[in-house]
Every structure is written in C-alpha cells, then in structure tokens.
C-alpha cells in the first residue's frame, strides 16, 4: 500500500466526494464505492451486490480494497463513516481509477 492521502473534500457539478490519493500508488486517484453510487445515482447496495457478484473480474490491491478487511476503521471513519455506518457495513471499498473503470463496465453489463 502507497501512503493514503486525503485531500478532503471536493465538489464537481454540485457533487461532493472524497478526494483520495496515492493507496495505488503515487499520485493514483481512488474512490470510495460510496461516493461513485452517489455520483451515478444507484444504490450503494447494488453496487456493492455487482462488485461482488464480479470479484473475480477485479484485482485485490490493484483495483479495489476493502476497507473492512484488516485495520482500517479509522482510515474509514477519517474518510466519513460513522462508527454505526462502519459496523453496518459489509464492504467499504476503494477503488482505483483502473478499479473504476472496470465498474463502469460492469455496471453496463448490469442493465
């Protein structure tokens, strides 16, 4: 893992997500799947339900973390998860831009 990098908050066409850096390496964007639902008006539970239903088409460490898995909780409350949000969850995955782009397909597929 590259150092994170947090970069707050950003807003693009009235929408506001995370600006993230640097887990994929130097300089690479990330996403949360949270804000990309957010982003293309789906359900973060759809999305998470596609993610998981097409795990074998992404690439651990390359194209998505789950910041579920191993000791992340504070990266993901810093990121804007409450602790209910976190302990809620099933998955919080981060996606690389390569990881995202494979998403936008799958999501393609999907419809």
Known sequence: MSNLIFKG???VQGMRFNHIEGWFGEG???MLVRDIANI???DLKDINRNINNNISRLKKGID???LKVG???SLSLELGYSNQSYANANNIYLLSER???KLLKILEDDF
Do not use: F, P, V
Request: charge should be positive; charged fraction near 40%.
């Open 40 to 42: 293309h008006g789906r």
């Open 99 to 101: 990881g995202y782009a």
């Open 64 to 66: 998505l973390i789950d």
């Open 9 to 11: 908050l950003t807003e």
């Open 71 to 73: 000791e992340y909780k």
């Open 28 to 30: 690479k964007k990330a």
